[in-house]
């Protein structure tokens, strides 16, 4: 089942590039291709209600009985994607309304979408034209429905990436902790006691990927936007952190960019500082009871 999936996928690709082609598929192929997504999506309820019932039937709420069922049936990363897009899209209500995830009072937030605004901006424009200009070439209105569907998810979903990242910036705690995030796609908190240094370091990571992970030196871990990170932080041990998509790795280094690096590194240098001159809290005494009253 977990390769059909993707096939089928594969194939609806192939065949709207064909549609999109000028090339004639016949009348048959096309409801035989719709008769199989159809036959795919029943299967995948059938078999989400299967472990469905099979939980109930051991006890367990309606809740707890979906949550089995989709972990069951749904692989990991299937699972992660989901909750990325639903983070992403609650984002979009968050940055209308101005607000920010994860920032507490006496936090310091550090945006980080600067390198990044210009491009997010221009792949909007670009999809709102080719958006316009399919509407105006393409003549079959099944075909200009289904890329009008596309189109405009693929608006949300840039939108929503950009406004994860900006509803969710990195968060150096009062208490000394940092939080390094990426919108909803990566989040990575590191406690107070576990941050050795930290400093503004400029870096522009050969790879160019967005997260990239180089096991050597105990784990270095760069967070990259615009293909440059700005601060590095290095670590008293190996952190576990999780990837998008759920593997998990462990990092002694990590570099990350902010658009304030300076500003983050003092507002956290001052935070581990206050965190370890902290007096320790004094003991309450505890009362000695006189047995004889």
Do not use: N
């Not at 089942?1 to 192929?29: D, F, N, R, T, Y």
């Not at 109930?56 to 990363?77: L, Y």
């Not at 936090?107 to 200009?133: C, I, K, N, R, S």
């Not at 940092?178 to 870096?203: C, P, Q």
Request: glycine letters at 8%; hydrophobic letters at 50%; aromatic letters at 6%.
């Amino acid at each position: 089942m977990k390769w059909v999936v993707p096939l089928v996928i594969a194939g609806e690709i192939a065949l709207v590039s064909c549609l999109l082609a000028g090339v004639a598929v016949p009348a048959p192929v096309l409801l035989g291709a719709e008769a199989v997504v159809l036959t795919l999506l029943a299967l995948e309820a059938a078999v989400l209600y299967r472990h469905y019932a099979r939980a109930r039937r051991t006890g367990a709420g309606r809740r707890d009985a979906v949550v089995s069922a989709v972990r069951t049936a749904v692989p990991e990363p299937g699972r992660r994607l989901l909750v990325h897009e639903i983070r992403g899209l609650t984002s979009l209500g968050r940055w209308v309304a101005r607000r920010t995830h994860g920032v507490r009072e006496g936090d310091h937030a550090a945006p980080y979408t600067g390198p990044q605004t210009a491009m997010v901006y221009g792949l909007l424009f670009v999809a709102v034209v080719e958006t316009v200009a399919l509407a105006v070439l393409i003549p079959w209105p099944v075909v200009h429905l289904i890329m009008l569907v596309v189109d405009v998810y693929t608006l949300l979903a840039v939108l929503a990436l950009h406004a994860g990242c900006v509803t969710r910036p990195h968060v150096a705690g009062a208490d000394g902790s940092l939080r390094i995030r990426y919108g909803s796609l990566f989040d990575f908190s590191v406690e107070a006691a576990r941050i050795a240094s930290v400093h503004v370091d400029r870096r522009y990571p050969p790879s160019g990927g967005l997260i990239t992970f180089d096991p050597a030196d105990g784990g270095v871990l760069d967070l990259a936007v615009g293909g440059q990170t700005t601060v590095r932080v290095e670590l008293t041990e190996p952190v576990m952190f999780v990837r998008p998509l759920g593997r998990r790795e462990r990092a002694r280094v990590v570099r990350f960019h902010a658009d304030g690096s300076a500003e983050l590194v003092r507002a956290l240098t001052q935070a581990l500082t206050r965190a370890r001159t902290a007096p320790s809290p004094t003991p309450t005494p505890t009362p000695i009871v006189d047995p004889s009253g």
